[in-house]
């Protein structure tokens, strides 16, 4: 429905514009994210994300390795593949919580009852990763079989079908990426193999990195506002700042949002109407929220 008013011509276009604007990113040199500590937080448990969904993609290509092209986007297959993804992440994202919330706790001088805290952040995580997983594996399977009638379509031999989506790490992809990267297939057939094999390796990458990088986010700032909570509930002034990284990755949507505080369980409210919670508000979003208690007379700042 995204493209109903488009003609093929454009959609095609458009989505050709995607692979430009993965080079444009991969191109570009973000800062190290301020501060210091969180961007400790963010590299060590990032890594450890990245681990899972790597492991994830490697199953995901094994399993599909091993049966026919038919079998590719069987429910029960994907199903199987969605339950692994979710228990590769929960411990990542549970572990990258737990850390922030005791360095949330340094940092801010107040201690919190970290049993308590890790049973509020492991209910947290089993649930993050279950609608994680079932996000990521849903729009893999789709993207899968959109990619696999578009080169039938295309008219690619069944070999050739395999070896670009196994290959050139097509299976990997979200459906726009996908889409995107068997453009070239699309236009010129068999002759458009090779760019979009190529288009295909820089968007797996970008993919990657949006998975990567927004758990990580995701699973730090619960961890910090965890941590926060329970110095609310002992009847604290807890207030929490959006913080950009002031470089050139920083988009149009998070740039008005820099040094707007509200209380901890207030909403962040966009330049366009969004209202937020706090970050990641979209993929590749590496935005800090700094948490502190306040003296009571500052509520009317922040209100």
Not at 15 to 41: T, V
Not at 68 to 88: K, M, S, Y
Not at 99 to 124: F, H, Y
Not at 127 to 155: F, K, N, P, W
């Amino acid at each position: 429905m995204r493209h109903a008013h488009l003609h093929f011509e454009d959609v095609l276009k458009q989505e050709d514009g995607i692979s430009r604007l993965a080079d444009a990113f991969l191109a570009k040199q973000a800062l190290r994210p301020e501060p210091a500590w969180y961007a400790d937080l963010l590299e060590e448990h990032q890594a450890e994300i990245s681990a899972a969904v790597l492991l994830w993609l490697l199953e995901v290509q094994d399993r599909l390795s091993a049966a026919d092209l038919f079998a590719w986007t069987d429910p029960f297959l994907w199903i199987e593949l969605e339950e692994r993804l979710a228990l590769l992440l929960v411990s990542a994202l549970r572990e990258a919580a737990r850390a922030a919330a005791r360095r949330q706790a340094v940092e801010g001088g107040e201690p919190i009852p970290l049993r308590l805290a890790d049973v509020e952040i492991a209910s947290w995580a089993g649930v993050e990763a279950a609608r994680q997983a079932r996000l990521i594996a849903g729009e893999t399977r789709l993207a899968l079989i959109e990619s696999m009638i578009a080169l039938d379509g295309a008219g690619l031999a069944e070999s050739q079908s395999r070896d670009l989506l196994l290959g050139a790490g097509l299976y990997a992809l979200n459906r726009r990426f996908a889409a995107a990267a068997v453009g070239p297939v699309i236009i010129d057939g068999s002759a458009g193999i090779e760019e979009a094999a190529a288009s295909a390796g820089r968007l797996v990458e970008v993919r990657r990195r949006m998975i990567e990088e927004y758990n990580a986010v995701s699973s730090v700032t619960q961890g910090l506002v965890i941590a926060a909570l329970f110095w609310q509930r002992d009847g604290k002034l807890v207030t929490k700042t959006f913080f950009t990284q002031a470089d050139e990755r920083v988009c149009f949507r998070c740039a008005p949002l820099h040094g707007q505080e509200v209380p901890l369980r207030g909403s962040f409210v966009a330049s366009d109407g969004g209202v937020f919670m706090g970050p990641p508000i979209h993929p590749l979003c590496r935005c800090f929220v700094r948490i502190q208690v306040r003296p009571a007379e500052a509520l009317d700042l922040v209100a």
